[in-house]
């Protein structure tokens, strides 16, 4: 039962143009949400959060927005850049065992800019 | 900044194999993590501890297993490898096992069972 759920699996924009990367969750007991970029043949970096009692964070270039009534977070890159291709995934926080919270990650979206 | 670090960035095993795969981390981290990534899948959870000695399975346990004797190391054996194993492995680390803490990953394993 997949939680996190990102249904594009890439996404080509045009350099300038803006980038708007989706995801949903079904969990409604999440409150903490991340996107991580990872370029190939590296580990994936912490790109910018959000907590559930908040609707949007800034973060330069980056803004992630949140839709709980929906269900849905986007992460929006403005203006893109080249160096922004890579693959984006969203990330809920979840309780795991022994009292533990840890991730679950959404497949990823392949972010493609075209120069 | 944290530092994840994981020894091997390629590895190539042949079926059957007894394969371990280590990290380190440099921060005194509670939680440490192992994911494996394939592609159209993202990244599945495959076990996870709290503490030394502690671990707990993921989602994806199966044919795996781990050890964490010391806290800033975690281990990640394939007992029996296996051609369906093959696959980018990535170990991570959080600050403490409570709350809403951001993950800090290694550069992964490309792991190849021939």
């Known amino acids: 039962d997949q939680q996190v759920k990102q249904n594009s699996p890439s996404l080509s924009v045009q350099e300038g143009r803006i980038s708007i990367l989706n995801c949903d969750y079904t969990?409604?007991?999440?409150?903490?949400f991340l996107w991580y970029k990872k370029y190939p043949a590296e580990g994936p970096t912490f790109l910018i959060s959000?907590?559930?009692?908040?609707d949007k964070n800034e973060d330069g270039r980056f803004t992630v927005f949140l839709n709980k009534s929906a269900k849905h977070l986007s992460l929006h890159i403005v203006p893109s850049q080249p160096g922004d291709s890579a693959v984006y995934f969203c990330?809920?926080?979840?309780?795991?065992?022994?009292?533990?919270?840890?991730?679950?990650f959404g497949k990823g979206t392949h972010l493609i800019i075209q120069p | 900044d944290v530092k994840v670090t994981q020894s091997s960035r390629y590895l190539v095993k042949r079926t059957g194999e007894k394969v371990f795969l280590e990290c380190v981390q440099d921060m005194d981290h509670e939680n440490m993590f192992w994911y494996r990534q394939d592609p159209g899948l993202g990244l599945r959870l495959i076990y996870f501890?709290?503490?030394?000695?502690?671990?707990e399975k993921g989602d994806i346990p199966e044919g795996y297993s781990v050890s964490r004797e010391k806290k800033e190391r975690f281990s990640l054996i394939l007992e029996s490898a296996s051609t369906n194993q093959t696959s980018m492995y990535l170990c991570?680390?959080?600050?403490?096992?409570?709350?809403?803490?951001?993950?800090?990953f290694g550069s992964g394993t490309q792991l190849s069972v021939l």
């Open positions: 969990n409604s007991m999440f409150d903490y």
């Open positions: 991570a680390s959080s600050l403490t096992r409570f709350g809403n803490e951001k993950l800090f």
């Open positions: 990330a809920a926080n979840r309780p795991l065992g022994g009292g533990a919270d840890g991730l679950t």
């Open positions: 959000i907590s559930s009692i908040k």
């Open positions: 501890s709290y503490d030394v000695k502690m671990k």
